[in-house]
């Protein structure tokens, strides 16, 4: 079975600072990554995917990770963080061409200050 | 864009009632979910379903039960509410084309059992 690891629960940063979010996965086969991200008082919203191809992907509001195959890693960056992005931020995986069964971390805290 | 809507953002119940929290997708969607988010452990599954009157048990589903009666609506069930089911409870859709899509969620339900 799939398992995902974030090892921060909570990052503090001050604004237009730079951030990173590691996530690390554990599964012997083959998986899709993805970031979720979650405002206050709100549901899940997707912030990017990995699939295939390309290693680095690029989300939304300026966000990208970098899929690490040797380090079973998927760590989420961002050049210059905003207030805006304090949120909690889960990292996610599925086995490649299984049923449709997301495994998420236990989320990391981003909290941007002035 | 897809709209996943939980009837209560808000539940406050008695220990032992019975309780339905009712999740309705537009899009078609063939794979519903739910979770349940409380602090430190993430998003864990509780039941999910592949299609109309199917469903599989996810990862903690003992005292919940499901019905997906219509393809756009999967209710939740609290057979006899416990103090230990207080949390918040989120539901998801996805398109069962491929494990590669994406889950989209609800704003969540915060269910208080008093």
């Known amino acids: 079975a799939q398992s995902v690891t974030q090892l921060d629960s909570q990052v503090p940063v001050f604004e237009e600072a730079p951030v990173e979010l590691r996530c690390n996965y554990s599964?012997?086969?083959?998986?899709?990554l993805f970031w979720y991200v979650q405002y206050p008082n709100q549901g899940l919203q997707l912030l990017l995917k990995?699939?295939?191809?390309?290693?680095l992907v690029k989300g939304i509001n300026g966000f990208e990770a970098e899929f690490n195959k040797s380090q079973t890693s998927f760590h989420l960056r961002k050049p210059s963080v905003h207030i805006s992005d304090t949120a909690e931020y889960f990292c996610?995986?599925?086995?490649?061409?299984?049923?449709?069964?997301?495994?998420f971390g236990t989320g990391t805290r981003l909290q941007v200050t002035l | 864009d897809v709209k996943v809507t939980q009837s209560s953002r808000y539940l406050v119940k008695r220990t032992g009632e019975k309780v339905f929290l009712e999740c309705v997708q537009d899009?078609?969607?063939?794979?519903m979910f739910w979770y349940r988010q409380d602090p430190g452990l993430g998003l864990r599954l509780i039941y999910f379903?592949?299609?109309?009157?199917?469903?599989e048990k996810g990862d903690i589903p003992e005292g919940y039960s499901v019905s997906r009666e219509k393809k756009e609506r999967f209710s939740l069930i609290l057979e006899s509410a416990s103090t230990n089911q207080t949390s918040m409870y989120l539901c998801?859709?996805?398109?069962?084309?491929?494990?590669?899509?994406?889950?989209?969620f609800g704003d969540g339900t915060r269910l208080s059992i008093l």
């Open positions: 899009m078609d969607h063939e794979n």
């Open positions: 379903s592949y299609d109309v009157k199917m469903k």
């Open positions: 990995y699939l295939s191809g390309s290693t």
């Open positions: 998801a859709s996805r398109d069962g084309q491929g494990a590669g899509q994406p889950q989209h």
């Open positions: 996610a995986v599925i086995i490649t061409g299984t049923a449709s069964k997301l495994t």
């Open positions: 599964s012997s086969v083959s998986v899709y």
